[in-house]
């Protein structure tokens, strides 16, 4: 799994990269089919102060990329709410993955199911 973030008008201190490193440990631990992590921490020069602080990720799977962004006053306000959207996608993902890939055994053709010995 490669993992960049990288900051626009703000630099990646080493607290920062570890509390993202940290917060994807939840989404790692939930889906381990994930192939790439993009973060971007922005600080955007807006007159709305709370919304100020910006937090991107795109997350590529086997099958499937993920976007969320989350804006927030505090920079780990907006990590926070970013992680828990992105846990949520990853999880409705994962169900779905394991709901289509499965025939159920009412619909098996009987010639293919084994003979009970």
Do not use: W
């Amino acid at each position: 799994m490669n993992l960049t973030i990288s900051g626009h008008h703000l630099e990646v201190t080493p607290a920062i990269r570890d509390y993202v490193h940290t917060k994807l440990e939840r989404i790692k631990r939930h889906f381990d089919q994930v192939i790439d992590i993009s973060v971007i921490l922005t600080v955007d020069n807006l007159t709305e102060k709370e919304k100020r602080q910006k937090a991107e990720i795109n997350l590529h799977m086997s099958g499937k990329t993920v976007f969320v962004e989350s804006v927030a006053a505090d920079l780990y306000a907006a990590i926070d709410s970013l992680i828990d959207k992105l846990d949520r996608q990853v999880m409705k993902y994962k169900n779905k993955l394991q709901d289509h890939n499965r025939e159920a055994i009412k619909r098996i053709p009987e010639s293919e199911q084994p003979a009970a010995a």
